[in-house]
């Protein structure tokens, strides 16, 4: 089994920075890809950015040139480096991994509070 835990979270000021990371342990050499998800309270789950075991990466619309996802391997974390943080971004950001079929891995989940 794989376990992801992530941390990072708390409150900033609009226009702030904060990074997440996610370790990971256990049978981790099943995971082929590693993303970030978040969900805001009333709203639907999104995802926000994705790393590919070969370092291909995607980000949502809305977070695209603020936020950047990266991993170290050597530590086994991913990391996601959010810039120019809006109010919009609060949520409770999920870190998720993927094997060969699904997204089968998740977070306990870190809360992110952007608000003056």
């Known amino acids: 089994q794989v376990q992801l835990v992530e941390s990072g979270g708390g409150l900033v000021q609009p226009g702030g920075s904060l990074r997440l990371s996610c370790a990971a342990s256990?049978?981790?050499?099943?995971?082929?890809?590693m993303g970030w998800y978040r969900q805001a309270p009333g709203k639907q789950r999104e995802l926000v950015a994705t790393?590919?075991?070969?370092?291909?990466?995607n980000y949502a619309d809305s977070v695209k040139g603020r936020f950047t996802i990266s991993r170290d391997n050597a530590k086994n974390t991913v990391y996601l480096q959010m810039n120019s943080l809006k109010p919009e971004d609060t949520a409770l950001y999920y870190c998720?991994?993927?094997?060969?079929?699904?997204?089968?891995?998740w977070g306990q989940g870190t809360q992110v509070t952007v608000s003056s």
């Open positions: 790393i590919t075991s070969g370092g291909s990466t």
């Open positions: 998720a991994a993927r094997d060969s079929r699904r997204w089968a891995y």
């Open positions: 256990g049978t981790i050499f099943m995971i082929n890809a």
